[in-house]
């Protein structure tokens, strides 16, 4: 069982920065695979970000540039840097890991980007 706990939402302005947490907790040898999703009203949830074991990268067209995606402490933790944030970076943003083939998600931490 893999319990997940995003931290770091907020309310900034256009161009500003936010740098969300997702700490990974129970029973966990290694996490193959973590990623963040985000959701805004009315959309589908959408893959901003991901990150595997072996460090290696994938971002959305969208965040290229702008957001970075890390992992630390035995790569069960795990940030989103945000910058140069757009009004459309607005949704719920979620903390997903695939461990033993079973996907486990986040409870979601709100992001509002003022113009």
């Known amino acids: 069982q893999v319990r997940l706990v995003e931290s770091g939402g907020g309310l900034v302005q256009a161009g500003g920065s936010l740098r969300l947490s997702c700490a990974a907790s129970?029973?966990?040898?290694?996490?193959?695979?973590m990623s963040w999703y985000r959701q805004a009203p009315g959309t589908q949830r959408e893959l901003v970000a991901t990150?595997?074991?072996?460090?290696?990268?994938n971002y959305a067209d969208s965040v290229k540039g702008r957001f970075t995606i890390s992992r630390a402490g035995a790569k069960n933790t795990m940030y989103l840097q945000m910058d140069s944030l757009k009004p459309e970076d607005t949704a719920v943003y979620y903390c997903?890991?695939?461990?033993?083939?079973?996907?486990?998600w986040g409870q979601g931490t709100q992001v509002t980007v003022s113009s």
């Open positions: 990150i595997r074991s072996g460090d290696s990268t």
């Open positions: 997903n890991a695939v461990y033993q083939l079973r996907d486990y």
């Open positions: 129970g029973t966990i040898f290694n996490i193959n695979v």
